[in-house]
């Protein structure tokens, strides 16, 4: 028989408790990494959405924006103000999910950054603005509208349409450069105040005309500084800084879709890889399982045939059954062994008991009576018969002495004995 290895095998029980853990647990990483999977997706969306957030407030900042230059009403500026803190807000949001993918933020600080930078030149623009006026009474356009308010007070008072007319002139290259924003107009109104300043003589003109002079020009500056077209000043800064952010989002964008086709190309590939691995363990694990099922049952069954076999008569051995595994079946072969040696050691027995009978029958037959039977059996049946035919053999050997010594005094002559009959 196969020695026992008790410690490297497992029962039947064990075996199946064994492949369901194994199926379970193998259901429990399909659930967990589809979990993840769909945690990773989720996230990913919203930071696509988050993107499309930053998009739709960067547009409302170009509103506001537009808005304060073309109205100068500060309502427009506050408006700007509280969708950059919603601008910064959803940058930074944007930020916690892309850390928690494990995505870099490098795009999105970059984005801050550019949009710092953004709210930084709107503001100079707005103060710029501010400076030259947002109203026709205020700034700088105030201070302008109350010098060329003397002029014109002057040469009216003074009844002297030729500077009036001058004057008239002047403030029609002023409302050119207003509307144009062109240079060339505040080149020929400084040239003609400058002309019309040497022609007067009168002292307090001159200085009216020099107030006006001062206002418009440093008006003009203020314009150039602000910018006098989208291509000169701060507003060329900020087209040129919104470019950069409108080409950061891009990118942002760009970058999460191309980590969303990746993520979804890695988990798909990884959830068929991981579902492929734990069918094929699982069938392995069938496999295996269900052949060493199988072959202690066919083991089973081959020693129960020939255990049968030897009963019948149809085999002069028997094997013990194979015991050697640590599962139910080889529990029921040991049960059965012990019953095999035990009925084994009684058919050796009997036969060695019968063929006892048979010896002594012959000597019997050979006219040998005083033979007995000496083997014996746990039969008790065949026990029985050998004690009956042992007791016959005795009694017969008796009576046939008896016969004999009968008989031999009946050769001499002696005709007085008898046959004891008594035992018959």
């Known amino acids: 028989m196969i020695p026992h290895q008790k410690g490297l095998q497992m029962s039947i029980k064990q075996k199946l408790v064994l492949l369901s853990t194994s199926v379970l647990l193998g259901l429990i990483a399909l659930f967990i990494l589809n979990n993840y999977s769909q945690n990773q997706m989720r996230e990913l969306v919203k930071a696509q959405k988050s993107v499309e957030v930053l998009k739709t407030v960067q547009t409302q900042l170009r509103k506001n924006e537009k808005d304060f230059l073309a109205r100068k009403d500060e309502k427009y500026l506050n408006d700007f103000q509280n969708n950059f803190k919603s601008l910064q807000n959803s940058a930074n949001s944007l930020k916690d999910i892309l850390k928690k993918v494990d995505i870099s933020t490098e795009y999105t600080n970059d984005f801050l950054e550019i949009s710092n930078n953004y709210n930084d030149i709107f503001t100079q623009i707005a103060n710029t603005q501010k400076q030259i ?9 105030g201070n302008l509208r109350k010098s060329v308010h003397n002029v014109q007070e002057f040469a009216k008072n003074a009844g002297d349409f030729e500077l009036l007319a001058l004057v008239y002139e002047l403030r029609k290259e002023e409302k050119d450069f207003m509307l144009r924003l062109d240079e060339k107009y505040s080149t020929r109104f400084e ?57 950061s989002l891009n990118n942002m964008e760009k970058n999460i879709s191309a980590h969303i086709v990746k993520a979804e190309s890695f988990l798909n590939t990884f959830l068929i890889i991981l579902t492929l691995v734990i069918i094929v363990v699982l069938m392995i694990s069938f496999y295996f399982i269900a052949k060493s099922i199988t072959n202690s049952i066919n083991r089973f069954q081959e020693g129960l045939i020939g255990f049968f076999k030897y009963l019948n008569n149809e085999t002069k051995d028997v094997k ?23 009925t084994k050691n009684n058919i050796e027995e ?43 053999l005795v009694g017969l050997n008796k009576n046939i002495s008896s016969i004999s010594t009968v008989l031999k005094e009946f050769s001499n002559y002696k005709f007085t004995s008898k046959v004891d009959s008594s035992g018959v």
Request: net charge neutral; glycine share 4%.
């Open 191 to 247: 040239k003609k105040i400058d002309l019309l300043t040497t022609m007067s003589i009168n002292q307090e003109i001159k200085t009216y005309l020099n107030q006006y002079k001062t206002a418009f020009l440093q008006l003009v500056e203020k314009e150039k500084v602000k910018g006098l077209n989208e291509k000169s000043g701060l507003l060329e800064n900020l087209r040129k800084t919104i470019y950069k952010t409108e080409n």
């Open 320 to 342: 013990l059954l194979d015991d050697s595994k640590n599962d139910e079946i080889s529990n029921m072969s040991k049960l059965i062994n012990k019953n095999i040696e035990k």
């Open 350 to 392: 009997d036969k060695a008991l019968i063929l006892d009978v048979t010896q002594v029958a012959t000597k019997i037959k050979e006219g040998h009576l005083n033979k007995q039977i000496t083997a014996s059996t746990s039969n008790e049946s065949l026990n029985a018969l050998k004690d009956v035919i042992n007791e016959m």
């Open 133 to 141: 006026g947002l109203t026709h009474t205020d700034g700088l356009y």
